[in-house]
């Protein structure tokens, strides 16, 4: 069963609708044994390509995960980036800014965390929050000590796509892959996992009652998701709005983003050329001087 990215994919420029995305889409797997084999391929391919992503050192790779609560964002982390070396990938979660990142310009808490060349990064949230949650919840903007009233000007949002825009080109110039994911659940399922993490102990410890008040925010948040998703999508970094509702098919479509991203970097380990050439036939001298 092929995996098809492309109608996840936003287009650059597209006047973007989530009503008419699915948040649900046909199953990619068989069985929860079909799905754990085929989540195991991927993962077999992504070990593969981030080896040779740290041998070549000319690339790195982005992962952005965005979506509404409980849409799925650790899940992804924790099952489809568990089969990568640790020591190349490094997560950080970017929750609401400390009293010294709101004194620096929106971009700079996360500019500090990207992954150097080599190396994959995950970003649960990111800058996008500063056109999302901050929309949602202008006054956020009054805390961040803008140089002009942040209420006032019309083209504030506009300015930070822009600000976002010559980021990612920047990253895509100097070799950084980057994959935007939204993850796109349901209002429905969303409720329902939310009930879940009331009704099951062990699970209590998720539930915030603040996911109820920015519930309460759901249509501003779409709208947000809209008007971001289709400014900042691009040929270079474009979003891909992946159905959530399915936990295991949203995880498998990622993967696969994930693995034929870094194969379209065609990713080849540095060249051996002749002085280390003449380098390791001397260490194969040595070597084979110890053993007799």
Known sequence: MKIETKPF??????????KA?????????????????????HLAGLQEQQTLL????????????????TAGKDGIINHVLSGVNPEGCEVFSFKQPSEEEQKHDFLWRTTCRLPERGRIGIFNRSYYEEVLIVRVHPDLLLREGLPEDPMAPETLWKERYQS???LER????????????????SREEQGRRLLERIDRPEKNWKFNTADIKERALWKEYRQAYEACLGATSTDHAPWFVVPADDKKN?????????????????????????????????MRKLLGAEGG
Do not use: C
């Not at 994919?9 to 989530?18: F, Q, Y």
């Not at 995305?21 to 391929?41: C, F, H, I, N, V």
């Not at 920047?170 to 659940?185: D, E």
């Not at 065609?266 to 050439?277: K, Q, V």
């Open 164 to 166: 976002i825009l010559d």
């Open 250 to 282: 949203a995880r498998l479509i990622v993967a696969k983003l994930l693995l034929d991203t870094l194969k379209d970097l065609d990713l080849r380990p540095p060249a051996t050329d002749g002085p280390r050439r003449l380098e390791l036939e001397a």
């Open 9 to 18: 994919r936003v287009s650059a420029g597209e006047a973007v609708d989530l």
């Open 170 to 185: 920047h990253l895509h110039r100097n070799g950084t892959a980057v994959v935007k994911v939204f993850l796109h659940v």
């Open 54 to 69: 740290y041998a070549s050192g000319r690339h790195a790779l982005l992962l952005i995960l965005q979506g509404m609560d």
């Open 21 to 41: 995305r699915p948040t649900a889409a046909k199953p990619l797997y068989r069985s929860k044994e079909d799905y754990q084999g085929r989540l195991a391929e």
